[in-house]
């Protein structure tokens, strides 16, 4: 990302911050097909919904479009991360204990990619705890390579 780009990423995430009770899971400004598109993804600890996403893209819109911050079109999307979100933060790990995560490790040994389903226990930095049929596995942090959040249907709807 260059230097403008990043600008314009911090910007956004600071104004959101600042004047929305969301919080910023991620933003991003790239181009498709030649158009550039900055996309923000908020978040709340009970999720958002299709409201929330149209307040801060009509606030954000006004603001953009009073600052002059992005020259040229552009599309601004704003939408949550979704269900079966990539963990960036520490608090997506904290999130989703007892529920079912995607881990792709990397084996010390080996250095090669090990992929696997398990329903996480426990969380810190330092020691993560997951549940995989019967055996409890034990890794840090600096191993996974990616975590993403598998959905699951509510016991109500499997019957």
Known sequence: MDKDAEKIVSVVRH??????????????????QRRKV????IDLPQGVTVTDCETVSRGL???LDEADLIEGEYTLEVSSPGVERVFKRQVDYERHINKLVKWTLKDPETGKKKVFEGRLKEFSP???????????????????IEAQAVFEFPEKLKA
């Open 38 to 41: 900055l996309e923000v993804f």
């Open 15 to 32: 104004y959101v911050e600042d004047n929305f009770p969301y919080e910023v899971f991620d933003v991003t400004l790239g181009k498709v």
């Open 61 to 63: 819109g006004k603001y």
């Open 126 to 144: 330092d020691c993560i705890k997951v549940q995989t049929g019967k055996e409890l596995r034990e890794f840090s942090l600096n191993s996974v």
